[in-house]
């Protein structure tokens, strides 16, 4: 019941950057599930607020992260509209969906783990910041997940599902219960990216045999 009764007060408390922050991730969330180009403005504009917002509520590796995030929007728009495609009867600004072998993604993983705990011994010892190390973790696998994003790598997804749900416990702690629910949001619009990914990945290596049994 505490749990409604603050979520309604935080609710009623925001101001309109607020609500328009949140209005723009979720339009974010949508627009990449369906690999819009267009995904990258609305995180640009949400994540300079959700910086502010974080920084005041002392989460200092979130607040940097969403400065990040700025500049991988600017890179995500530049990079699916104008990076060339190898296909020669197709635009040049449409980057395809791509897949990294599970051994690429499992060095990665030991990379990223690395930095965030070093990370997070930082934030713990000098900082001071609020939950430093599962901070670390869900800021360096976030910085390392949207860069896939950029590159249309089709497992991002599958990183955004076991973050999403940490970062959830992350923002419950912290009561910031209205960004709860739009993790919430973000976990369901993963599964629904997940669907629309595969989808259109099996599509483009359909269009790929065609173009090269027609070819022969």
């Known amino acids: 019941m505490e749990f409604f009764q603050i979520l309604a007060e935080q609710w009623r408390a925001q101001n309109t950057w607020e609500v328009i922050a949140v209005a723009l991730s979720i339009a974010y969330i949508i627009l990449a599930a369906r690999a819009s180009s267009w995904c990258w403005p609305c995180a640009f ?21 969403n400065i990040y995030y700025l500049i991988i929007a600017v890179y995500g728009w530049y990079h699916w509209r104008y990076s060339k495609n190898e296909s020669s009867d197709k635009e040049a600004h449409e980057l395809p969906i791509s897949r990294w072998s599970v051994k690429r993604h499992l060095k990665w993983i030991g990379i990223v783990t690395i930095v ?26 976030a910085v390392f997940t949207t860069y896939l994003v950029a590159q249309k790598v089709l497992e991002n997804w599958y990183y955004w599902l076991v973050l999403n749900p940490i970062s959830f416990y992350i923002f419950y702690q912290q009561e910031l219960y209205v960004t709860c629910l739009l993790m919430v949001v973000y976990f369901v619009m993963t599964l629904y990216g997940i669907y629309e990914w595969k989808k259109l990945w099996r599509q483009q290596n359909n269009e790929v045999s065609r173009r090269t049994s027609s070819a022969v």
């Not at 504009?45 to 992260?65: K, W």
């Not at 705990?117 to 869900?138: C, R, V």
Request: proline fraction near 2%; hydrophobic fraction near 55%.
């Open 116 to 141: 965030a705990l070093i990370s997070g011994f930082f934030s713990d010892s000098i900082l001071k910041a609020d939950m430093p190390y599962i901070n670390g973790f869900t800021v360096w696998f």
């Open 45 to 65: 504009v949400s994540t300079a607020i959700f910086s502010v917002l974080f920084f005041d509520t002392n989460l200092l590796q979130e607040a940097a992260l």
